[in-house]
């Protein structure tokens, strides 16, 4: 299984960028896939899931309301599109997705067996 995150950049504050997570070896539709980031000196921390069902998504209160999180299963791409970006959201971005987990771990960066390589976002204030 491969994923690969793509769409990163540098952009300024209040403009939006739209992520990829493209995978191959795995079935998206019976796939939860999640977008963590890190930035220098931090913990990973989950940014935005959305459940393998596609029916439900989950949001860090710090990008709710700014973060959309999508998943074509036909195309077994990925989503992530960030409005409104602040200087705080710098991080490399990673997808990550999973077979088996359960709605309530879908924060829980250890429960995803596959990662993609990460994808630089600055944002200048």
């Known amino acids: 299984v491969q994923l690969q995150a793509s769409g990163g950049g540098l952009v300024q504050a209040g403009d939006s960028l739209k992520l990829s997570c493209d995978a191959s070896g795995l079935t998206f539709r019976s796939a939860t896939v999640a977008w963590f980031r890190q930035a220098p000196g931090k913990e990973r921390e989950f940014v935005a899931g959305?459940?393998?069902?596609?029916?439900?998504?989950y949001y860090a209160d710090s990008v709710k309301g700014r973060f959309t999180v999508s998943k074509n299963n036909a195309k077994n791409t990925g989503y992530l599109e960030m409005n409104r970006l602040k200087p705080e959201d710098t991080a490399t971005y990673y997808c990550?997705?999973?077979?088996?987990?359960?709605?309530?771990?879908?924060?829980?960066?250890?429960?995803?067996?596959?990662w993609g390589q990460g994808t630089l976002v600055t944002v200048s204030s």
């Open positions: 990550a997705a999973g077979t088996r987990l359960i709605l309530s771990a879908i924060r829980n960066r250890a429960q995803y067996d596959y």
């Open positions: 959305i459940f393998r069902n596609g029916g439900n998504t």
